[in-house]
DNA sequence: GTCTATAGAAGGATAGAC
DNA sequence: GTCTATCCTTCTATAGAC
């Protein structure tokens, strides 16, 4: 009975990802998790054993899944604008098909610190300053990104693709009233993020250098 | 005895305030509301009836204070840059006295999505385009401001000041392992977000141009 | 207007049969 | 492993005294 235990855990691990990213912890409803796998509600305890427990697995699995696709940035063999373009692209794509997700780990995020400390012992600026530092020594001196300004230039990169989402409610109804709809906002998305970044560092690497 | 109402009724009406923009709609408690505001549970719903309408009470108002502070954006006698760096000023400032507020408004908007309407008759990109162009007609074909790409560029700007809020756990996480803090961050954050935005549309304006 | 007490519903969790 | 039945707690909301 292997089979059936993991096709039944399976069903409820995706039907509490459905539930929870949509409700979030607080709104989710165990009976409303059991009904979309198809099962019972003791069903949930008696392979989770509390909601808590249950959140948690699904909560590390989406968190892990996003920031994941951070990790492109660090392969070598592309030119840093190359790797951002690359990244918003692939970024976005992924956040098309997991629209509620940057709300759901942000906000779960910010109602529970602890959790941060479980994910993020690799979310270190200074290394992955590092890690760009070796790759695009160049690059980097030119557009003047420093070790200093690294937290504001990657909040920033990071704010270019995941806050239409976390604000699709607004913008698709602003959208709406323009004839205009969300999805191909989104698909723009992938060009002008990446544009915009892209003009901002060089602007912003020169106007820093002429000061001095 | 009208001072005494009014003076119950503000009580609770700030409890919620802060209960509500804390936990969320489903977070919230009534008896943690009560508690808050030093009161009985019962006179809660004196007051307000119910905790829906309590929370829209509460709702209307933020939501109507926080995209209040856009309207200096209109306001004539300054030059597009001034305003942008005005705007920063002012809007990160009063982020940071309820750095929550974007998280609450945008989830309960995306949960909600009747709630927008109620509120957004004004949210129209189309006027808010026509009244920028009027003011600062040669600005914005300089750096190449169409109707089309009104809302890319107002994403990206919103973006700037309002995600780092709504990310407020994890960056206040990773600035922790470099021995800074959140409110730095923000404080810096003033001065970043215009020198960026600036930078980008100036460039931007260019790339397109160049290209046609 | 404000309180205590409580109704009534819903939620998470478990016991026990199959 | 899966179900039904049920316990226990918590929550919103109201009744009724003062």
Redesign the interface.
Known sequence: MKETDIQTEDKIFEAATRVFTE??F??ARMHEIAGEAGINKALLHYYFRTKEKLFDAVFSKLAASLFEKFTPLFRPGMSLEEKIRFFYHEHISFLKQNP?LP?FI??E???N?QR??KI?EK????KIYNMLSQQHPKELAEINITRE?M??IM??I???S???F??????G???Q??G?DFDS?IE??KE?AP??????????G??KKSKK
């Open positions: 409700k979030g607080d709104g509620q709300s942000l906000n995020l910010n109602r610190p941060i400390k993020f979310a270190d600026v200074d300004s937290p504001q909040a920033s990071a704010a270019m995941a806050f239409p976390v604000a699709k409610g607004i913008i109804e602003i959208l009233k323009q205009k906002f723009e998305r002008f544009e915009f970044i892209l003009a901002a560092l060089k602007n912003f020169k106007s």
